[in-house]
């Protein structure tokens, strides 16, 4: 990669960076910890992985982490697996993220938006009692520290009451959204044996109601160990026969009690996307996650008592955990219940009209599709509050960040914008936001604080301006402590530290420039590697994506028995579109032009779709494994792709081939 330094698309002002959180956090920590004072981000984040005990000590003291009882030192072991951190402290997690009801009891907590683009506030006083009225209903049906407490539930306030009074007892909440089929959930929860299911009859989306009364009712059979079963008529249906009502528990004006835990109990349980078996069933902590979050959050985002964050999600995604977690800083967060281009392409903008939100969170698919779709949005809408766009699930290509600039710089607006990285392993990011830092196109601004990411290659030797192996060489307070049902660790141990011993490999191609920026190339276990030459996914995709006539792609590299090496692109066409050899032609100039004669696909094949995770991402693995002849049975979970009947379409190209 080049190393010269083409000028940014952003810079922020001296203004802004003097106001940011993290800079008057580097001030403090510099009077009080011993940062550097000066130099900037680079300075803080070499302190912050170069001293990890003072760095989250300091964190602590600066969010005011309210310890029950105090701890021995910051990280105990600091080994990969099993790191510990904070021995001996208690806390709790709701407690922290409904603090501001002291100093802000009448304003909004929450900002609920569905379809119909009405908001619905949910102040920070009503959203405590709830949650200390359903608090005290949990105890006294039995559900003690440790118990598993599940979701089948959209993006609406009641999961989040939900989520905060389990935390409050010392439970494990553990969710998935409503628009997975049964066999997905029970894949999910049948692992970790919840003891409580809180469930919707259905949900709306794209206009039509969904009535999910069947699959709640298998739900019910499949999971024996549930105590009690909590019904949400969002469609206004009668509650089941032995099923509790969502209202009677949530109505008394009663104080919560937390109970405080140790730093590293289970909050909750997230799972990966289990394209090729069983999902993997994540447990994060408590405490790993406040401190990991409040960084994240109140220092990376900048988000404050004064701000409003709306990130588009489902309580599927890890996205919605992290959203939940805008509560942490005081933040009023916003809740959209919908699809995401329903009734227009433009919904999601039209929320962050609509609620006033400062910092708009959504996928790179969904800012190209509007690009695609000639959506101007603050041309059209009022978007006056919204100072940064951030974006995630995929890379954001370079034509999606030109976007963006120049749709908001035409009204005047000063516009930051976000491209971040991260894991449902984490539930954090690695790399992105940082409000002090220039933007460049196509990159992530940095590392995050108190996260030593590397690239490396093969022989663990770190490289700059190369593309290598993401990787991170110390803990981060929100690693899983464990997976669910892992007794000896080794599943957790083979998923990230099989190649490197004791450092953290996530799978993600990265490159790291000398200017300190990091860009995304996509997952290393499908990378595409011609004549020794590796090259990420994503760069494919961006390139040929840009063509109108092409809806979504997927490249797929497939070593052969002879040695040989295949490597396809399925392309999804848009409507009225038809790949002929004007389009071929185009298809293939473009790659060669904008990437490398290496990147051109030995074939192009039209496919009826490209298929998906439950949580949006392409999978390349399974389709690999379908064109290397693995039965479908053998190369995926079908319970985790969006529409399996897609992959039938792979499978039968492969038998043709062989």
């Known amino acids: 990669m080049s190393t010269d330094r083409p000028q940014p698309l952003w810079q922020p002002d001296p203004q802004r960076v003097a106001q940011a959180r993290i800079t008057r956090f580097q001030s403090w920590a510099a009077e009080h910890h011993g940062a550097p004072a000066d130099g900037g981000y680079p300075a803080l984040h070499r302190w912050s992985v170069d001293e990890p005990d003072t760095f989250w000590k300091a964190v602590t003291e600066w969010f005011d982490v309210r ?30 993220a409904l603090r501001a009801t002291d100093t802000r009891a009448d304003e909004p907590a929450l900002l609920y938006v569905d379809e119909t683009h009405e908001t619905v506030p949910v102040t920070w006083a009503a ?326 990411l590397q690239a490396w290659d093969p022989h663990g030797n770190p490289v700059t301006d190369e593309v290598g192996e993401l990787v991170v060489t110390n803990p981060m307070p929100s690693m899983p402590i464990r997976f669910w049902n892992d007794p000896d660790g080794s599943r957790y141990h083979d998923s990230y530290f099989d190649t490197y011993p004791g450092v953290w490999r996530h799978g993600d191609w990265i490159t790291v420039t000398s200017r300190g920026s990091v860009v995304i190339h996509g997952r290393s276990d499908s990378t595409l590697n011609r004549q020794g030459v590796r090259m990420g996914s994503a760069d494919i995709y961006e390139a040929v994506e840009r063509l109108p006539e092409i809806r979504e792609s997927l490249v797929i590299g497939v070593e052969q028995p002879d040695g040989g090496y295949w490597m396809p692109l399925f392309v999804h066409l848009a409507p009225g579109s038809t790949l002929d050899d004007t389009l071929l032609d185009r298809i293939k100039r473009t790659i060669r032009e904008q990437l490398s004669p290496r990147h051109v696909p030995d074939e192009v094949i039209e496919v009826p779709g490209i298929p998906h995770t439950l949580t949006g991402k392409r999978i390349e693995v399974p389709v690999k494994r379908l064109l290397q002849g693995t039965p479908l049975d053998k190369a995926v979970n079908p319970g985790s792709i969006d529409n399996l009947d897609l992959l039938h379409f792979y499978e039968e190209l492969a038998r043709k081939r062989s």
């Not at 389990?166 to 692992?191: E, I, N």
């Not at 405490?287 to 988000?303: A, F, M, S, T, W």
Request: aromatic share 10%.
């Open 67 to 96: 310890f029950s009882a105090p701890y021995a030192r910051v990280l105990g072991d600091r080994a990969m697996p099993g790191a510990q951190w904070f021995p001996g402290a208690t806390l709790n997690y709701a407690e922290h």
């Open 127 to 452: 959203l405590r009692r709830q949650v200390g009225s359903l608090a005290a209903e949990l105890r006294a049906r039995g559900v003690r520290p440790g118990d598993r407490v599940s979701g089948y539930l959209p993006n609406i306030p009641q999961a989040v009451v939900a989520l905060l009074a389990t935390a409050a007892v010392g439970g494990v909440w553990t969710s998935c959204a409503p628009d997975f089929g049964a066999r997905s959930v029970l894949d999910r929860f049948q692992q970790v044996e919840p003891v409580v299911l809180f469930t919707v009859d259905g949900y709306r989306y794209g206009g039509k109601e969904h009535d999910r009364r069947d699959t709640v009712a298998e739900l019910r059979r499949e999971l024996p160990t549930l105590r009690a079963v909590v019904h949400i008529p969002l469609l206004g249906t009668e509650a089941p026969e032995g099923t509790l009502d969502w209202s009677a528990l949530t109505a008394a004006d009663t104080e919560p009690v937390f109970e405080q835990v140790p730093f590293d109990h289970p909050l909750w349980v997230l799972y990966s996307s289990g394209t090729t078996g069983l999902p993997k069933a994540i447990v994060q902590s408590q405490g790993g996650i406040l401190v990991e979050h409040l960084k994240q959050l109140g220092l990376h985002c900048d988000l404050g008592p004064e701000d409003r964050f709306f990130w588009y999600t489902s309580t599927g995604w890890m996205m919605w955990n992290f959203l939940v977690s805008g509560l942490l800083t005081g933040t009023t967060v916003v809740l959209y219940d919908g699809s995401p281009g329903f009734p227009a392409t433009d919904a999601q903008w039209r929320v962050a009209e609509r609620t006033g939100a400062t910092l708009f969170g959504t996928s790179a698919a969904y800012v190209m599709a509007c690009r695609k779709a000639d959506v101007h949005p603050a041309r059209d809408l009022d978007l006056s509050r919204v100072q940064c766009v951030a974006t995630t699930g995929s890379p954001l290509p370079p034509d999606g960040f030109r976007w963006l600039h120049d749709e908001f710089a035409e009204s005047g607006a000063d516009l930051w914008i976000a491209s971040v990285s991260g894991g449902t392993d984490v539930c954090s990011c690695f790399a992105g936001a940082v409000p002090t830092l220039p933007v460049h196109i196509g990159e992530l601004q940095a590392p995050c604080l108190g996260t030593d």
